[in-house]
């Protein structure tokens, strides 16, 4: 019987054919969520692509300060672009001799509010790239937006105008901006100064409105008046009946009287409403087309009504059960129900979208539709006995296989090797795979991004594996 879990010594490893993979080493350490702050630190050092530092979930203090003395301004760009980030950080950062560091501290300021000092120095920035990015930092005195908006370059004064913003300058600099003598700026006031007009409600004044999308927004969303609804149902284009149609303002009869449009797209429309009665709808001959279902903001304002999701999980509508089942919270009863609907397509949906799908359900819409993948990282998908899938043809179903809490070592070691590269790679990451596979695949041609990744890796381990990757 092999055995697989032999002792290993980090001191005298290394990989048995050829060179060391050290690029990928690196990168799959700065991914390890077990990598503690020392391993860190020598990855700033060993000079590891900056871009992992922005990506990584969880960063020590210790790492933190290395990044912010690192020598190269690319490690401290990428530092700034990390959310989150602490103000006494990306104070730091902002006041950074390199100018491309400052732009990157400047534009992650709009997520996080700094001291006004820091904002003042950024105000003033010999670079006006850096300038340019801050009128949208959060918190941003009023005083320096004025400053701003009278920057000698063009491109912070057009920043600095905007339609919330206007208002806050002075009469003096509103004047100096509408006839500034640059064009990006005069645009900038325009659209700052930009009023929507009142969409038409009245027949005379859809009428009397030329602008095509205008009247196809007012068909679709408008209040309008009842001799105008009536109008619009007679309409020769059937993107207008169909946009009247599903208008929330239309009254109900006035809809019903589209039911037996001649145009299928309008028929669906009509039986997507809110405002139908189950029996006003069973009227409606309509058929679902290909493609995506539309959204249906009315089914998630009820939200918060149990007994309408309820009643509208019973609904005849397949895509009216849908979109009940992407909510993220259900009654109990409305969840069994849906879980045993006839359509895929609600199946799919509860188990993508509520808190409490059953397992039974993610691992049974997983089988029918060999994915997707996004169900795997669901709570509750987990079993044991789906390791049996292991030898099943399709890779999909052997990566169901990982989610087994049972799975023998054989079975995850067996799927590291698997000849789909999805598989393997996600069977390499595993933390339950015996060192000695883990080792293997490492190897240059195997998997030693997603190996130097496991956090199962001993951390004796990584530091061996930057110190191969030095000499590499």
């Known amino acids: 019987m092999l055995d697989l879990s032999p002792r290993q010594s980090a001191a005298g490893w290394r990989p048995s054919s050829g060179p060391a993979p050290g690029r990928e080493w690196r990168n799959g350490l700065a991914a390890n969520p077990a990598a503690p702050a020392e391993v860190l ?36 760009a990428a530092l700034a672009e990390r959310s989150g980030l602490p103000v006494r950080v990306l104070s730091a950062l902002a006041g950074d001799r390199e100018r491309r560091v400052r732009r990157a501290a400047a534009s992650a300021a709009h997520r996080v509010a700094l001291p006004v000092a820091v904002l003042s120095a950024l105000a003033g920035d010999r670079d006006p790239e ?25 491109l912070v004064r057009a920043a600095a105008v ?44 859809y009428i009397a409105e030329s602008d095509p999308v205008r009247r196809e927004r007012t068909a679709a969303g408008a209040a309008l008046e009842r001799r105008l ?13 169909c946009a009247v149609a599903a208008n929330p303002e239309l009254p109900t009869d006035l809809a019903m009287a589209l039911a037996g449009d001649p145009h299928e797209d309008v028929r669906l429309a009509v039986s997507l ?21 539309p959204e249906l903001p009315w089914v998630a304002e009820r939200a918060g009504d149990p007994a309408e999701l309820l009643r509208l999980a019973r609904s005849s509508h397949p895509w009216i059960r849908r979109a ?13 129900l849906l879980a045993a609907d006839g359509e895929p397509s609600v199946r799919l949906a509860l188990a993508e979208h509520c808190a409490d799908a059953p397992g039974e359900l993610l691992r049974s819409v997983y089988l029918e539709l060999l994915g997707p993948a996004s169900l795997l990282d ?12 292991a030898d099943r043809p399709e890779p999909a179903l052997r990566l169901a296989a990982l989610r087994d809490p049972e799975a023998p070592p054989e079975v995850l070691a067996a799927l590291a090797r698997d000849a789909d590269p999805v598989v393997a790679r996600a069977a390499a990451g595993d933390p339950r795979l015996p060192l000695e596979v883990l080792l293997d695949l490492l190897e240059r041609g195997a998997h030693p991004v997603e ?7 001993p951390v004796a381990f990584m530091h061996r594996l930057l110190d191969l990757a030095a000499d590499a």
């Open 229 to 241: 609804g009536q109008w619009l149902l007679l309409d020769d284009e059937p993107r207008i009946r």
């Open 130 to 154: 850096t300038r340019r990015r801050v009128p949208a930092c959060a918190g941003l005195p009023a005083e320096l937006l004025v400053r701003l908006a009278q920057d000698g370059s063009a």
């Open 41 to 76: 630190c020598r990855l700033l050092e060993v000079g590891a692509e900056p871009g992992w530092l922005a990506r990584r979930p969880g960063l020590p203090c210790r790492a933190f300060e290395a990044a912010l003395a690192h020598g190269d301004w690319r490690v401290r």
């Open 378 to 389: 669901r709570p509750g998908f987990g079993a044991p006995g789906l390791a049996d899938l």
């Open 273 to 293: 409403r809110g405002d139908l009665t189950e029996d006003q709808r069973s009227t409606v001959h309509y058929r679902l087309p290909d493609g995506p279902p």
């Open 324 to 336: 009940v089942a992407l909510s993220e919270r259900l009654p109990a009863e409305a969840v069994v």
């Open 451 to 457: 190996a130097a990744a496991n956090p199962a890796l």
């Open 162 to 205: 905007r339609a919330g913003s206007w208002a806050e300058l002075p009469p003096r600099v509103r004047a100096a901006l509408r006839a500034d003598r640059d064009p990006a700026v005069r645009s900038a006031v325009q659209r700052a100064l930009r009023v929507e007009r009142p969409l038409p409600v009245t027949l005379a004044g």
